[in-house]
């Protein structure tokens, strides 16, 4: 082969080996994606893997997981059962039975040794009241659905919908699926209609805009701070203490942005990341740190959640990953996982070992490893 002649001119192209999903709206701008890395150092490293260690109900799929410190142990639900999961991962018994087999749970601890979990028909409460070192403990016990009325001018609502459940200050904190209400528990307790006083001492409402509230959520290192979210709007509201309602709304602040389902919110350190809509915009990424708010996804992944069939159907959480901060995110019916990196602000593309979507679900940190319920069957990972 003739060498080139000196007039001639020899470039050095750099090869992009390291690097995340940079794809555009249209393939011949980029069709960069990587999948199932993440960036370390300036190097692809693996992103965590997963392995099966308990089957819990081999019939059912994942709907939630919730680690105790107090209590040391994992509370889960799988299908219609509710199961308790000792610190040795090998013994685990079945609790509770819910009214429903299917969707996301939400579960949440107050100091009174109860954790309260929410299907979106029923509320109930497993009691773990310590009685010396007996284990199980003695008056373990699981509500079997607690059925709610709250008066209104002229009449009551029938409280049959329960959904986000959350703690701050003593008390949980519960949104009412298609109302604007939210509700608390009454101080330390909630096994029993008297735990949620029917008043307007312990009721809330969604008051920027005409819209259905979708979780309460206390805002992570922000103290008494509540965020209330709803689809099109967000209110921040303060735990004051009053006697006559302890919130206060904040009259000069709200984000006019809400989530398009609570499944997508997580929170850790000091701000909240969530799957964003508006009366007037499409599905988006964003993160607040109890402020403004700041979108994180690209063109390219704009454009592919705007393609999405059914974007309702979706889950996320956040977690480390030796010094990484992760959120992955996952649309159950697309079929799709993506993971945003907030060390290095770069997005991957996650799977299964079919290439399917990642199957995690509600990762939770116990025993000084990281563990899930799965979407697509009966085990913990």
């Known amino acids: 082969m003739a060498l080139p002649s000196g007039s001639q001119q020899i470039q050095t192209l750099d090869v992009k080996i390291a690097g995340g999903n940079h794809f555009g709206r249209y393939p011949k701008i980029s069709v960069e994606q990587t999948f199932n890395m993440i960036v370390s150092d300036g190097t692809l490293v693996d992103y965590a893997g ?9 019939g059912g799929k994942g ?3 919730y680690a ?3 209590l040391n142990i994992i509370l889960c639900v799988v299908g219609r059962g509710v199961y308790v999961i000792e610190s040795d991962l090998e013994t685990f018994r079945q609790v509770g039975t819910l009214f429903t087999s299917d969707g996301q749970v939400y579960i949440a601890e107050n100091n009174n040794d109860q954790i309260v979990i929410t299907d979106g028909i029923k509320l109930y409460v497993y009691d773990a009241s310590p009685d010396g070192a007996q284990t199980p403990p003695a008056t373990e016990f699981m509500t079997s659905g607690i059925d709610f009325q709250f008066p209104t001018t002229g009449g009551s609502i029938d409280y049959q919908n ?3 459940i959350s703690f701050q200050n003593g008390r949980f904190i519960l949104s009412l699926n298609n109302t604007s209400i939210w509700v608390l528990s009454g101080y330390n307790t909630a096994n029993a209609n008297n735990s949620w006083p029917a008043d307007s001492s312990h009721i809330g409402t969604l008051q920027t805009k005409p819209d259905f509230v979708q979780a309460a959520l206390p805002f992570p290192g922000k103290g008494n701070t509540l965020f209330v979210m709803g689809k099109d709007c967000i209110e921040s509201w303060v735990d004051v203490g009053a006697a006559k309602f ?5 009259s000069s602040f709200n984000i006019d942005y809400g989530t398009i389902n609570p499944t ?5 350190e000091n701000f909240i990341v969530f799957l964003s809509i508006n009366e007037q915009s499409g599905l988006a990424i964003m993160l607040s740190e109890g402020g403004s708010i700041q979108t994180i996804s690209t063109d390219g992944i704009d454009f592919k959640l705007g393609g999405l069939t059914n974007p309702e159907d979706c889950n996320g959480f956040l977690f480390r990953q ?3 901060l992760l959120y992955q995110f996952t649309f159950i019916t697309d079929n799709l996982s993506y993971v945003y990196d907030f060390t290095t602000k770069e997005f991957f593309t996650v799977t299964d070992e079919d290439l399917n979507y990642h199957p995690a679900r509600d990762v939770i940190f116990f025993n000084n490893k990281y563990y899930f319920v799965s979407l697509n069957d009966g085990n913990l990972y």
């Open 50 to 58: 997963y392995k099966n260690i308990l089957t819990i109900n081999a």
């Open 63 to 65: 709907r939630g997981a």
């Open 162 to 164: 329960p959904g986000y």
């Open 68 to 70: 105790s410190s107090v």
């Open 264 to 268: 997508s919110l997580s929170h850790l």
């Open 322 to 324: 030796d010094g990484h």
């Open 246 to 250: 302890p919130y206060q709304k904040n």
